[in-house]
Nanobody, 122 residues
Framework: QVQLVESGGGLVQAGGSLRLSCAAS????????MGWFRQATGREREFVAS????????NYADSVKGRFTISKDNAKNTVYLQMNSLKAEDTAVYYC???????????????WGQGTQVTVSS
């Protein structure tokens, strides 16, 4: 059974930083691409960042480029999202997801975590 468990969310002031973690089990993590998505209240779930199976190649939404960094530790079966210079508009529930493909498309992801809330106060 595949499990993705996010942690690290919370309340932070604008301009601050948070690091999200997603611990994976039940899948071959070292060959999986991983992604982070977010969903704000009343909005659709949107792509934030993705990383290929080896961790060498990454992709970011324009809205977070230069502020967020995705990384993957295959030894720990964990993917991270370092979020710096946070803005009020980054407030959302953040989800990690696993895929066979390196992709920004929601439909490419087979497994999802339960989400962690990030709230940025202005």
């Amino acid at each position: 059974q595949v499990q993705l468990v996010e942690s690290g969310g919370g309340l932070v002031q604008a301009g601050g930083s948070l690091r999200l973690s997603c611990a994976a089990s039940g899948l071959t993590f070292r060959t999986s691409a991983m992604g982070w998505f977010r969903q704000a209240t009343g909005r659709e779930r949107e792509f934030v960042a993705s990383i290929n199976w080896s961790g060498v190649t990454t992709n970011y939404a324009d809205s977070v480029k230069g502020r967020f960094t995705i990384s993957k530790d295959n030894a720990k079966n964990t993917v991270y999202l370092q979020m710096n210079s946070l803005k009020a508009e980054d407030t959302a529930v953040y989800y990690c997801a696993a895929s066979r493909y390196f992709s920004p498309a929601r439909g490419a992801y087979d497994f999802w975590g339960q989400g962690t809330q990030v709230t940025v106060s202005s």
